[in-house]
């Protein structure tokens, strides 16, 4: 069993910056490859961002490429979402995934189907 919690979400103003924290808990967090997912209101829950178990293979949905960045903190058991020079489109639900098997390639790390855990969200709103 594993808990994820995520924080961070808040009301920002385009081009601006957030950095989202998922602390996990119930196991290992090192042997945890970690996922961001988002879903706006009408529409699919969309990949962001994962990264592999020790942190150095990540991968980047092409609309957040080159803004956002994942990291991760194994003895904090946390994974961040830097969110940087936020636009209209990233406001959303922010969610926090995890499973135990490797994030392979990124067509099976961008599947929400491939997480077995997940976190309750954290919104994000952008504005002007």
């Known amino acids: 069993q594993v808990q994820l919690v995520e924080s961070g979400g808040g009301s920002v103003q385009a081009g601006d910056s957030l950095r989202l924290s998922c602390v996990a808990s119930?196991?290992?967090?090192?042997?945890?490859?970690m996922g961001w997912f988002r879903q706006a209101p009408g529409k699919e829950r969309e990949f962001v961002a994962a990264?592999?178990?020790?942190?150095?293979?990540?991968y980047y949905a092409d609309s957040v490429k080159g803004r956002f960045t994942i990291s991760r903190d194994n003895p904090k058991n946390t994974v961040y979402l830097q969110m940087n020079s936020l636009k209209h489109e990233d406001k959303a639900a922010y969610y926090c995934?995890?499973?135990?098997?490797?994030?392979?390639?990124?067509?099976?790390?961008?599947?929400?189907?491939?997480?077995?855990?997940w976190g309750q969200g954290t919104q994000v709103t952008v504005s002007s």
């Open positions: 995934a995890a499973r135990t098997q490797a994030l392979v390639t990124y067509d099976f790390a961008s599947k929400s189907a491939e997480y077995a855990y």
């Open positions: 119930g196991r290992t967090f090192s042997l945890l490859r």
């Open positions: 990264l592999s178990q020790s942190g150095s293979v990540t």
